[in-house]
């Protein structure tokens, strides 16, 4: 009987200490997640705030007037995108781990024609960058959401969230028309493009996902998952977004300005540039809008076609989409995505700006 009791009250006691092992864990994870974020963020800030002290004076002590513009343009773009890049990892990090992918599924209708929209504008509520948006798209497939719809999230999700939105307004300061169009012409092509998918779309073209992988599905969920996605979407839209700046700062510096009055003098060919360099550039988005700025010799619809073509083609979103759909499919897609992106941009320029 006393041994009845004792193995009884034993295995209580053990599921008690286990519970409490498991809160402990959850709150040492989200300590551990919520400090990486805020000294990654001050650590790249630091950086950049140096650089811009020491690279000034470097450049006078050098005598290259160049270098120092070089400076004063890298610099501003890293400290005015790092804010921005931090919180929108910060929120996608979370959408991963703690939003379950079922929400989907109940949300959106059945017809793909209405789905497409509406999986287009959750966009809008439901931030995450570039980097996650694949394996996210991948995940809502295994989950039964429409091809379509997914792909239409997929281009969304990145482009028109409400960190990419603000930090284009402060890059673009007194020019709304220029986040309005932001958000037109993006939501323009998620929509377009998941409409043809539906239509022209083969299944032979498309590698579905069978199985969860990376921080962002749904095997990696609560805190552990928040921090996996955490450190590695800061990590490396960071990175991406420090070459990005370089590259900028490099283009305004190094071209000639007769080499840019061949592009700027003419509307489609300024367009085209920048909606190439985009592709090349790989710039994240939360942080693009900075760099779009910077390129003040072109204009504002090539700016804009800069802004609208980056989160959704270039270099490593092709390379994301070949390893979770399929080469087929992402030649395919980046291919007309790119078509439809800049089309959407030059109307909604034409229009708008």
């Known amino acids: 009987m006393d041994s009845e009791h004792g193995g009884r009250y034993g295995g209580e006691y053990g599921a008690y200490g286990g519970g409490v092992r498991s809160v402990a864990d959850r709150l040492r994870a989200a ?27 470097l450049a006078l ?61 959750a966009g809008v509520v439901l931030p995450g960058c570039e980097c996650a948006s694949v394996p996210v798209a991948g995940s809502l497939m295994r989950r039964g959401v429409a091809p ?41 092509t998620a929509v377009v493009m998941g409409w043809l998918w539906a239509r022209f779309g083969r299944e032979e073209w498309l590698r579905k996902p069978t199985s969860a992988n990376g921080p962002s599905s749904s095997s990696a969920s609560g805190w552990r998952g928040f921090l996996a996605g955490l450190q590695h979407d800061f990590l490396h839209a960071g990175g991406f977004l420090v070459l990005g700046a370089g590259a900028a700062a490099t283009f305004n510096i190094v071209v000639p300005r007769s080499v840019l009055d061949v592009f700027t003098g003419s509307a489609w060919l300024s367009v085209l540039l920048l909606a190439v360099l985009a592709v090349v550039l790989c710039v994240c988005s939360e942080a693009d809008a900075f760099v779009a700025a910077s390129l003040s010799g ?30 087929s499919f992402a030649v395919r897609f980046s291919s007309v995505t790119w078509v439809v992106a800049v089309t959407s941009s030059v109307a909604v320029g034409w229009w708008l700006l």
């Open 148 to 188: 379509a719809a997914a792909l239409a999230f997929l281009l969304s999700a990145p482009a028109i969230n409400p960190v990419v939105l603000v930090a284009t307004s402060i890059a673009f300061p007194g020019q709304p028309n220029m986040v309005l169009g932001r958000l037109m012409a993006s939501l323009a």
């Open 61 to 121: 002590d050098l005598y290259t007037p160049a270098v120092a513009a070089w400076w004063t343009v890298f610099t501003a773009v890293v400290v005015q995108g790092v804010p921005f890049l931090l919180l929108g990892t910060v929120v996608s990090a979370a959408i991963g781990a703690f939003v379950p992918e079922k929400v989907f599924t109940r949300l959106l209708p059945r017809s793909q024609a209405l789905a497409v929209p509406i999986a287009g504008a």
């Open 31 to 57: 300590v551990r997640a919520f400090v990486y974020a805020v000294v990654g963020g001050v650590a790249l800030i630091a950086i950049a705030t140096v650089a811009s002290v020491l690279g000034p004076t």
């Open 298 to 327: 072109f204009s504002p619809t090539a700016r804009l076609a800069f802004m609208v073509v980056g989160p959704m083609v270039d270099l490593k979103l092709i390379a994301l989409q070949a390893g979770t759909f399929g080469r």
